[in-house]
């Protein structure tokens, strides 16, 4: 079975969504993860969101990559949305979601930056749809106890922007 949006026809999709399947559209920034990174995070998120959908079913939407990210406006391959940008996109990709008549939707955000914007977008909706859309941040979903067991000592030093658990996906 395909997980990803991105690849399946719309009549696949048509068939899928007679399931009633979780849309889990993952969210991120393209921005700096440090000096032996690929750029971004929506990265993370999106592979999350694919291994969650291989071994339970959701269908993965196609990854938003920009975020809010003011503060790596410089960084050299750095984009960045507005905040009514940022907002606008996610609301417009629920309430598509919402007009096939899909309602179980769950946002994965790989981008801390985004999660005022996404919570301020998620109680619009609500307010204007009456659906409730739940969201993850994902970065401080690995418990302290794993970090440590994994990484020992070193626990506090792996862990963060640019480090793991992002250099993990990639390696």
């Known amino acids: 079975m395909k997980y990803r949006l991105e690849d399946v026809t719309f009549l696949e999709f ?3 969504v007679a399931e009633d399947p979780v849309i889990i ?4 920034s393209q921005e700096i993860q440090g000096p032996c990174n690929p ?3 929506a990265m993370l998120a999106r592979d999350l969101a694919a291994r969650v959908a291989e071994r339970t079913g959701p269908i993965v939407a196609s990854t938003l990559p920009f975020g809010f990210a003011s503060s790596f406006q410089s960084v050299p391959g750095g984009i960045q949305l507005a905040p009514d940008m940022f907002k ?3 609301r417009d990709m ?4 919402l007009d096939h008549g899909l309602e179980r939707i769950l ?3 790989g981008h801390t930056g985004n999660n005022a914007l996404i919570d301020l977008t998620l109680r619009e909706i609500k307010r204007d749809c009456g659906v409730i859309i739940p969201w993850l941040n994902i970065w401080p979903m690995v418990p302290v106890s794993l970090r440590r067991q994994a990484r020992g000592d070193n626990a506090a030093r792996a862990n963060g922007h640019g480090r793991d658990p992002i250099g993990s ?3």
């Open 88 to 90: 606008a996109v996610p």
């Open 39 to 41: 750029m971004g995070d």
């Open 107 to 109: 946002i994965s955000n």
């Open 25 to 28: 559209p993952p969210l991120g």
């Open 94 to 97: 629920v309430v598509a979601f």
């Open 14 to 16: 048509r068939e899928r």
């Open 169 to 171: 996906v990639h390696y």
